[in-house]
């Protein structure tokens, strides 16, 4: 199996080397007679942003199909958050990627690995609906309470908003001086429009 190696180290990890986690991954793959292609290695970045410059580069290699499988030392130095690893896998999977992360033992080259990425993958759904309806909730007591969402009602009228159309004000300039979005200029330029001519 044609494999890559990812390591990553950040500011906070103050003297620590990314030596320390590619000998083992180097280890493991010569004791499963992998071939490794490439190390990627992104030193400086914290794992909480998602662009890295050499995780990039992995990543659209991978789209490349250049590898079959990305070997890490642990999790959080691959993604530190679910959301993001499981947006990763499911890309690998598509792309039919193993993904093996030695200190948590996940291989989906294995059946058990891909029995336990298909259970993360379902309680990072849960978790997403969970969020969901906590904000729809959240809002919905809001509503009941009599507060409003989205930008404050600003009382415009047809003569208002033609007169500045006719004096040259673009749809933009009109939503833009008045506080309003330009979907709202047409619509109540639409709806003057059509009283005028039922008229």
Request: aromatic residues 6%; hydrophobic residues 40%.
């Amino acid at each position: 199996m044609k494999v890559v190696l990812y390591a990553r180290c950040s500011t906070k990890d103050k003297g620590q080397d990314p030596e320390t986690q590619l000998l083992p991954l180097r280890d493991f793959a010569r004791l499963k007679n992998h071939e490794v292609l490439g190390e990627y290695v992104d030193r400086g970045w914290s794992g909480a942003k998602e662009r890295r410059p050499q995780l990039d580069r992995l990543m659209a290699d991978g789209r490349k199909h250049r590898f079959d499988a990305v070997l890490v030392a642990r999790f959080d130095r691959f993604a530190r958050s679910v959301t993001h690893l499981l947006a990763a896998l499911a890309e690998f999977q598509k792309l039919k990627i193993d993904f093996i992360s030695l200190n948590e033992s996940i291989d989906t080259s294995t059946a058990m690995g891909r029995l336990v990425f298909t259970i993360l993958a379902a309680v990072g759904e849960m978790e997403r609906a969970l969020i969901r309806e906590r904000v729809l909730a959240g809002m919905d007591r809001a509503r009941r309470q009599g507060k409003h969402f989205g930008r404050p009602r600003v009382e415009v009228s047809f003569t208002e908003l033609a007169g500045m159309l006719q004096e040259g004000a673009s749809i933009y300039a009109i939503a833009k001086a008045k506080g309003i979005a330009r979907s709202t200029v047409r619509a109540v330029l639409e709806r003057g429009e059509n009283a005028h001519a039922e008229r």
